[in-house]
């Protein structure tokens, strides 16, 4: 019973190939995240959905896309990657904003490895 | 911008009570103080959450003096398996009066036998 499971959990692949991650979470939330955690432990986030709209969009390269089927998927697509693009990649959802207080779900993370 | 504030590592031993303090000066009046705890090759997971004052719940406490401006997470007789990362997280209103989701750097607790 998974509440946000995310695949694949391992991938690696070579640059300038394009891959995708997907996401679903069962828990009902309304908003959805993309987050990148590097060799460092850093947690940053990418985007966030709330009921399939973008809401966040942080300083990331455009060849990185999240799509949005419903709200309760949220994909991420990279194209042309590269090697600085390694990374846990952690898909997340909450019942309304982050920011407000409203916990955070996280899934497993998917390991990303550019070669 | 502002961020959060946390050691870098800390050392323990089983039973010991472990405290682990944030500074965040420039948290929103609105905003909530929530901790975050990660295992390796995991996602995070929530621990505790609060707006001032104390907050206990089964596994933790949590406090915040009067000014917010810091909280302190306690973990009380810790045990090998509370080995992990913390993370501080508040919400901070930035120039642009947008609100932003700050994590700090995570602190690394580590528990000895």
């Known amino acids: 019973d998974t509440a946000v499971s995310q695949t694949p959990k391992y991938l690696v692949t070579q640059m300038g190939n394009d891959k995708s991650i997907k996401c679903e979470q069962n828990l009902g939330h309304d908003t959805m995240y993309w987050y990148k955690q590097d060799s460092k432990k850093f947690l940053k986030i990418m985007f966030s959905y709330n009921n399939k709209e973008l809401i966040i969009n942080e300083t990331v390269p455009n060849r990185f896309s999240p799509k949005s089927p419903d709200k309760a998927h949220l994909n991420l697509h990279i194209n042309s990657l590269e090697l600085g693009d390694s990374a846990v990649y952690f898909c997340a959802s909450s019942q309304g904003s982050q920011a407000r207080g409203n916990t955070i779900y996280f899934g497993e993370g998917s390991w990303l490895t550019v070669v | 911008l502002a961020k959060t504030t946390q050691p870098i590592s800390m050392d323990s031993y089983e039973g010991q009570e472990v405290n682990i303090t944030c500074s965040h000066n420039?948290?929103?009046?609105?905003?909530?103080i929530t901790w975050y705890q990660q295992f390796p090759s995991q996602g995070p997971r929530f621990i505790i959450q609060g707006y001032k004052t104390k907050v206990t719940n089964e596994v933790a406490s949590l406090f915040i003096p009067a000014d917010r401006k810091s909280s302190t997470l306690s973990l009380p007789r810790v045990s090998l398996s509370d080995t992990a990362v913390y993370y501080c997280?508040?919400?901070?209103?930035?120039?642009?009066?947008?609100?932003?989701?700050?994590w700090g750097a995570g602190t690394k607790l580590i528990i000895k036998p």
């Open positions: 420039n948290i929103a009046t609105n905003d909530y």
């Open positions: 997280l508040v919400g901070v209103k930035s120039m642009d009066s947008n609100y932003q989701l700050i």
